[in-house]
């Protein structure tokens, strides 16, 4: 996809030409980043949603300036550890953790943190964003109304969460339209499911504005409904919730300037797989090789093993989901945001007054007592989220970020490496196969050159596997990037049915 007036990349086609619609009437990125957010907290709401939290940089197209906000999830105040008692036993290998009794960390009320996505993208938009409150979250109430789209890819969703969605009434009742999965094509069933529920709280967060969500009326709900289901989230939790401007981290590679999130993200994980990947990479290749990508496993395996030693683990293998946004408008500023509710349809509660999913943030700490990310209260957990930006000549280059929980940053590394070390497009680089190294077991795509995982093989173990759309074993990415002087392009993942790159029309406005 290609345009000189901006382009939205995300993992729904809906989402993205709502946010493409924004840039077509002089909305910047950071409106277009925003939009496209709440829709796609409708539109794929197994993925990321209000009830979550996230990461956003921004980069200015004119002067270069970089802008990074973190409104991740925080652990309750009241927060107890003693209430997720260990039942299982850790293998040793730094990749897995213990079980905790009755998965409760994983899944229903005692896995909820603070959800910090509302605060973040209003606090975006006050700073950076052109458009008003109301008229941000005017298409994701559209949507609402309309309702979830119930095609084959939606109900499958569902179907893989079946047994967890029906634990939680008002879960089942929006997920599970009489008792059962919702059946794609069925003539007697309707096409959309709408969301009466959420569309009134989004129009009351229009009405009212963001804070409303931490200290208003919706406040007063959320607590409400959370109140005696074991959560310890409370009133409190929500008024002191506050997103942080931090300064990103900056990193030169082969001529280019890598920004990235500091602190509990995927973004140190990422850098300093990037730095170990320098000293291994075979030089003076055109293309990746067996040996470059024997390389790209021990950086990351490397940088996987610092990570998880010393800043935590960021929860189970197969578990997370998210959601990535990538944008840029005509002036070139460029956005990457990626927003989560952690695992596939996040805690699995919905609240009865409220109409959305909360996140499931307790799995992203490690269970076990005295270790770095330890389950405490008030206290943020390690992130597997990694939005980046890349700058060259200091200005805005590439924006790109991928969601798959720990598959996230040895993704990215990979897709930055093709570009700047190989010289690939973007769509070169998300068609060619990759990798994974963020199990004990290394994982080659099978449109591999024969000798990668035979050169792997020399040091870890290997599986040979499809790059699927379920289980997603090679991450979601999604970019823009400059091209040349006021010209860009998009890429989605081509593996993803609703995955999607939309251009602001040449001729709109």
Request: hydrophobic share 45%; glycine share 10%.
């Amino acid at each position: 996809m290609r345009s000189s007036r901006g382009i939205v990349s995300a993992q729904n086609r809906h989402a993205a030409e709502a946010g493409a619609a924004i840039l077509e009437q002089g909305g910047n990125a950071v409106d277009a980043a925003v939009v496209t957010t709440l829709v796609l907290s409708v539109v794929e709401p197994w993925l990321s949603g209000i009830g979550g939290g996230g990461f956003m940089l921004r980069a200015d197209g004119v002067t270069g300036e970089v802008n990074a906000l973190d409104f991740g999830v925080i652990a309750p105040l009241d927060l107890n550890p003693d209430d997720y008692p260990i039942v299982g036993e850790n293998d040793g290998d730094w990749f897995s953790w213990p079980e905790v009794q009755d998965n409760r960390n994983i899944s229903g009320p005692h896995s909820i943190c603070t959800p910090g996505t509302i605060a973040g993208l209003a606090e975006a938009l006050e700073r950076h964003g052109t458009l008003n409150w109301a008229d941000a979250l005017a298409p994701a109430i559209e949507w609402a109304e309309r309702g979830l789209e119930l095609d084959w890819f939606a109900c499958f969703a569902i179907a893989n969460e079946e047994a967890g969605l029906s634990r939680c009434p008002a879960t089942a009742n929006l997920f599970l339209p009489g008792g059962r999965v919702p059946r794609a094509g069925d003539s007697a069933a309707p096409r959309h499911a709408p969301m009466p529920q959420k569309a009134r709280l989004l129009r009351r967060l229009a009405q009212a504005g963001a804070r409303d969500f931490y200290e208003g009326e919706i406040a007063a709900k959320i607590a409400s409904d959370l109140s005696g289901s074991g959560s310890a989230l409370s009133a409190k939790d929500l008024a002191e919730y506050r997103p942080d401007w931090v300064e990103s981290l900056a990193q030169p590679h082969a001529g280019w300037d890598i920004r990235a999130m500091p602190g509990l993200s995927g973004g140190p994980g990422f850098l300093d797989a990037l730095n170990r990947l320098q000293a291994l990479r075979p030089a003076g290749r055109a293309a990746p090789s067996g040996a470059s990508a024997a390389a790209f496993a021990s950086a990351i395996r490397d940088a996987y093993r610092e990570r998880l030693g010393r800043a935590g683990h960021a929860g189970h293998p197969d578990a997370d989901c998210t959601s990535h946004v990538s944008v840029v408008d005509a002036s070139g500023t460029m956005v990457s945001l990626t927003n989560t509710l952690l695992s596939r349809f996040g805690s699995r509660v919905v609240g009865e007054n409220t109409g959305f999913l909360f996140n499931n943030g307790v799995m992203w700490f490690d269970p076990r007592p005295g270790q770095p990310n330890s389950i405490a209260p008030g206290v943020k957990p390690l992130a597997n989220m990694c939005p980046l930006i890349l700058l060259r000549d200091g200005r805005p280059a590439l924006a790109i970020g991928a969601a798959g929980g720990r598959q996230i940053f040895p993704a990215l590394l990979q897709l930055v490496s093709f570009v700047t070390d190989y010289g690939m497009t973007l769509e070169e680089a998300f068609h060619y196969p990759r990798i994974d190294a963020s199990s004990p077991t290394i994982l080659v795509d099978s449109r591999d050159g024969m000798d990668v995982a035979s050169t792997i093989a020399r040091d870890w173990p290997v599986r040979i596997i499809d790059n699927t759309l379920y289980p997603v074993n090679f991450a979601i990415p999604s970019a823009v990037m400059c091209t040349a002087p006021g010209e860009f392009s998009g890429q989605a993942h081509p593996y993803q049915p609703w995955a999607y790159a939309a251009a602001a029309r040449e001729d709109a406005g």
